[in-house]
């Protein structure tokens, strides 16, 4: 995980949530190689289950499947949208996975790099139209320097 992206992330934590006993899916957790840092750390002192399409590092959950029938106060994800074919479906399914929050960080700028594949780039007005799509209502969007973060209800 990047240093732009850990800034989103905890700027969403520190203004949007307050109960420590908070259930908190992190949707691609997984570490991969060359990187260091999940989200995990950020939410230490919440119920953090982290999620992913394959096992390895950080990941308590395998496959999307293992998500029917449960539900998170908040979901998350970071660095993640940019790897998925049909992302406005991708978020339209994990809208029936939170009660409270989803936020969700993609990048706007940096270079190429397929894992397994790479499909888009998101500025504030896509991050809103996939919002819109998945019939989750737009609390906040904020781009920075490298990303775009969509927080939702």
Excluded at 41 to 65: E, S
Aim: glycine share 6%; proline share 3%.
């Amino acid at each position: 995980m990047h240093h732009d992206s850990m800034v989103l992330m905890r700027y969403f934590r520190d203004k949007y949530l307050d109960q420590k006993n908070t259930t908190v899916l992190d949707v691609g957790s997984r570490i991969v190689a060359g990187q260091h840092k999940s989200y995990r750390n950020l939410f230490k002192d919440y119920n953090y289950v982290g999620m992913d399409i394959v096992a390895g590092q950080n990941v308590d959950i395998i496959g999307y499947k293992s998500l029917e029938n449960k539900t998170f106060d908040v979901v998350i994800s970071g660095q993640v949208m940019e790897h998925v074919k049909r992302p406005w479906e991708w978020l339209k399914s994990l809208s029936s996975c939170f009660t409270k929050y989803i936020c969700i960080v993609a990048p706007h700028t940096f270079k190429e790099h397929r894992f397994p594949i790479d499909t888009y780039r998101y500025l504030p007005d896509g991050m809103r139209d996939l919002f819109d799509y998945a019939n989750i209502k737009e609390v906040e969007i904020i781009k920075n320097k490298t990303s775009t973060m969509g927080i939702g209800q």
